[in-house]
């Protein structure tokens, strides 16, 4: 059983298949591409399309850039699935995985009934967790709140004043469509930092890949952390990537600094990220004292993890 029909799932879809085993995957949408059918139109991914590619299948190169458009990666996962004709179930949205005897069951809450798999993958992801942090004030704020997840592009913050809050990829992405419509400004723990314009997502994966296995690799906070994506870079050439430290405390009306500079606005974005969807394993009762589901093996010697 493979809970999940985005990427991970159809990945696992495709060699499950290839290794002849008897799977399903359930996947909670009701139409194919997972949680990019639901990200902003502009969003685009910070690796080229050969490097962004699931097994078996290229992803096409679009025009332009390079790097595909949500549109793009919404279309490829869609054709994926179809090519492949992976057994998928939706929607069908797992709400508990328990303990069965022999088999695990694996209980969906609505007509798609409960299933019985003796392994379960859970390829759930992370956009269903939007993660936003708690700061003094947050209910207070009388403006708008957004996060990456619900973000649907610049038009509705239109003449508005916004603020970003993130130091990522997202952040900087958001940032440079809504500075062209609105007056922004864009907040972050630390400093942000652009990858050298030749240093995309292909680079960071194999620098991740060597830091995994060579304990003296480079770090890769030490390049940078956004990659200069065409859109980033126009906003990096007009001056619009100016970062401010980040607020202490929100207000009625905006956010107000340590020092007590206060700043109005209308909408706050939060791109603060996400974490893993895993409530539907709680009744495994998988997590250690610490909170961090414990697995056997690891990735860095070549043994995966069995949970």
Same mark, same amino acid.
């Given at each position: 059983?493979?809970?999940?029909?985005?990427?991970?799932?159809?990945?696992?879809?495709?060699?499950?298949?290839?290794?002849?085993?008897?799977?399903?995957?359930?996947?909670?949408?009701?139409?194919?591409?997972?949680?990019?059918?639901?990200?902003?139109?502009?969003?685009?991914?910070?690796?080229?399309?050969?490097?962004?590619?699931? &097994?078996? *299948?290229?992803?096409? =190169?679009?025009?332009?850039? @390079?790097?595909? $458009? +949500? !549109?793009?990666? #919404? /279309?490829?996962?869609?054709?994926?699935?179809?090519?492949?004709?992976?057994?998928?179930?939706?929607?069908?949205?797992?709400?508990?995985?328990?303990?069965?005897?022999?088999?695990?069951?694996?209980?969906?809450?609505?007509?798609?009934?409960?299933?019985?798999?003796?392994?379960?993958?859970?390829?759930?992801?992370?956009?269903?967790?939007?993660?936003?942090?708690?700061?003094?004030?947050?209910?207070?704020?009388?403006?708008?709140?957004?996060?990456?997840?619900?973000?649907?592009?610049?038009? &509705?913050? *239109?003449?508005?004043? =916004?603020?970003?809050?993130? @130091?990522?990829? $997202? +952040? !900087?992405?958001? #940032? /440079?469509?809504?500075?062209?419509?609105?007056?922004?400004?864009?907040?972050?723990?630390?400093?942000?930092?652009?990858?050298?314009?030749?240093?995309?997502?292909?680079?960071?994966?194999?620098?991740?890949?060597?830091?995994?296995?060579?304990?003296?690799?480079?770090?890769?906070?030490?390049?940078?952390?956004?990659?200069?994506?065409?859109?980033?870079?126009?906003?990096?050439?007009?001056?619009?990537?100016?970062?401010?430290?980040?607020?202490?405390?929100?207000?009625?009306?905006?956010?107000?600094?340590?020092?007590?500079?206060?700043?109005?606005?209308?909408?706050?974005?939060?791109?603060?990220?996400?974490?893993?969807?895993?409530?539907?394993?709680?009744?495994?009762?998988?997590?250690?004292?610490?909170?961090?589901?414990?697995?056997?093996?690891?990735?860095?010697?070549?043994?995966?993890?069995?949970?």
């Amino acid at each position: 059983m493979v809970i999940g029909g985005g990427q991970a799932g159809l990945a696992s879809g495709y060699y499950l298949r290839r290794a002849g085993a008897d799977f399903v995957i359930l996947d909670a949408y009701d139409e194919p591409g997972g949680a990019w059918q639901h990200a902003w139109p502009s969003l685009r991914l910070f690796s080229p399309a050969p490097y962004s590619s699931l &097994p078996g *299948r290229m992803m096409p =190169v679009p025009e332009g850039s @390079g790097y595909p $458009s +949500a !549109a793009d990666t #919404l /279309a490829y996962l869609t054709d994926y699935e179809r090519r492949y004709e992976l057994p998928i179930v939706r929607p069908a949205r797992v709400r508990a995985v328990r303990n069965g005897g022999e088999r695990l069951a694996v209980e969906t809450g609505t007509s798609a009934g409960t299933w019985h798999a003796r392994i379960v993958i859970s390829a759930t992801g992370t956009w269903g967790g939007a993660y936003v942090p708690y700061y003094p004030g947050i209910g207070d704020f009388r403006g708008r709140q957004l996060h990456t997840a619900t973000y649907m592009g610049p038009a &509705p913050l *239109r003449g508005q004043r =916004v603020v970003i809050v993130g @130091g990522g990829n $997202s +952040a !900087a992405q958001i #940032l /440079a469509e809504v500075s062209t419509v609105a007056d922004t400004t864009w907040v972050t723990l630390r400093p942000p930092r652009l990858l050298p314009d030749d240093i995309d997502g292909r680079a960071l994966f194999d620098l991740a890949t060597q830091r995994a296995r060579l304990a003296d690799a480079p770090a890769i906070g030490d390049l940078g952390v956004i990659v200069a994506v065409p859109a980033v870079c126009e906003a990096r050439g007009r001056g619009a990537l100016k970062a401010e430290p980040m607020f202490a405390r929100l207000t009625a009306d905006g956010v107000a600094w340590v020092d007590g500079t206060t700043l109005a606005c209308d909408t706050i974005v939060w791109c603060t990220g996400f974490r893993p969807v895993l409530s539907h394993l709680a009744p495994l009762k998988l997590r250690g004292s610490d909170g961090v589901i414990l697995t056997q093996g690891d990735f860095t010697s070549g043994n995966w993890p069995h949970v």
